[in-house]
Structure formats: C-alpha cells, structure tokens
C-alpha cells in the first residue's frame, strides 16, 4: 500500500522563519542609526572646513600682501594666468597663496643669484669671509673688492631667505586650506550619503507596515510530490 507525501514539509520540523516586517524593521532602523552618523560626521566636516577657510583668510590678511596692479606687471610676470588674474587683489585664500609663493617670490627668486637657495650661497659667503679676514691681515690692496662681493653675496643670502621664508608660510598656507576643500567635499559626500539610506529607511519603515504581520522571509515552498499507490 503506497504513502501519500504531498503534505511532506522541504525543511526539519521547528524552523523558524523570520518575519517579513521584522526584516524590514531592523533595516529601516539600522539605516536611520547610520544616517544619524553619516549626518554627524558631515557636521564635524563642515565645522573643520569652515574653520580652515576662515583660519587662512585672517591669517593673510593679516598681511596685507597684494598682487601687482596689471599693469605694473612685467613681460615675464604677464606670461604667468594666475598673476593676470590676481592682479591688484588682496591675497584672501589659499589658491592665492600659492599663486604668490610659486609663481611670483619663486620667478624672482630664480632670477636672484643665479638661481642658488639660501643654502647654495652660504658656502661661497663663508670663503668670502675667510678673505677679507685674511686680506684685512695682510692688508691686501683687493680688500675693499673682496668686502664689496662679500656684502653683495650677503645681501642676497638675507634676500633670498625672506624670499623663502614667506613662500614656505604662504604655502603652509596654501595646504591648509586644501584640507579644508577636501573637508568640505567629504562632508557633502556624507550628507548626500546621509540622504539616501533616510530615503531608504523611510521607504522601508513604510514597507514593513503595508506587510502582513504574518508573512515570513523567504518562506520554504511544500514539494509537490506525486502519490504512490
């Protein structure tokens, strides 16, 4: 005599099936625990960027360094966008900083010297020294010629270190408000990314409640297997 198997469940006795709106609870409010991070974050973001652009505008300033007038600019300074575009402002922002520090203190520092650093010319400034010490000894006729280039490389080393001194803060400058841009740009991502899953969780929150409380996820469908006689 054959069994009949066509109620036969597919899966062991006592499973147990999560609920469909159970599901969707728990991603809803997962999703709006990460918004309110996302939103934090975006905030904290906001804050440093705004601290950043405000911080760099006071400190230059602060300064009161400005850009040449158009047209008191020079041949080789008109080839350079930045100073055309910049001409006769006050110097406010990080991009301007670095038009400055590179385009404007750096062209003039490499027509000054030969192009040497502060550091290149510390060498010929000390051989220097150590002949007009010598020269003054011996009172050597060239002295005063040995003082004169003496005083003339010193007053480029001193020029020179100025001249390296404000491009290096200029460009402190410069990069510190490149932290706050990309601050900024991260913390729209954050509230963009913030936005969406609120859709989601509210567009889940309104699923869970149009499904019925008895649904279950993903529920085992019964085998269908043919009687046996």
């Known amino acids: 005599m054959g069994a009949d198997t066509n109620d036969a469940p597919t899966t062991p006795t006592g499973r147990y099936d999560m609920k ?19 939103l934090i974050a975006g905030i904290v973001l906001t804050s440093n960027a705004n601290f950043a652009n405000d911080y760099v505008r006071d ?35 990080g991009k301007q900083a670095e038009c400055y520090a590179n385009e404007f203190i750096g062209l003039h520092l490499k027509s000054m010297a030969g192009g040497k650093t502060y550091a290149d010319l510390g060498e010929p400034q000390t051989e220097l020294r150590a002949k007009v010490e010598q020269a003054t000894k011996t009172n050597d006729p060239a002295l005063a ?8 490389v010193s007053g480029q080393r001193d020029t020179v270190f100025k001249g390296e001194t404000l491009r290096g803060l200029l460009l402190t400058s410069y990069g510190f408000s490149e932290f706050g841009r990309k601050a900024g740009q991260a913390a729209l991502v954050t509230f963009v990314g913030a936005g969406l899953l609120l859709l989601l969780s509210i567009a889940g929150l309104v699923h869970a409640f149009r499904t019925p409380a008895t649904e279950a996820f993903a529920a085992p469908e019964r085998a269908k297997d043919r009687a046996t006689a």
């Open 20 to 38: 469909r709106r159970t599901l969707d609870l728990l991603f809803s409010i997962g999703g709006l625990g990460l918004t309110a991070l996302l």
């Open 145 to 152: 010629d040995l003082q004169k280039q003496l005083a003339e």
């Open 59 to 93: 400190q230059l300033g602060a300064q009161h360094i400005s850009f040449k007038p158009a047209d008191k600019l020079t041949d080789e300074e008109k080839k350079v966008d930045c100073l055309v575009e910049y001409a006769g402002q006050k110097m406010t922002t």
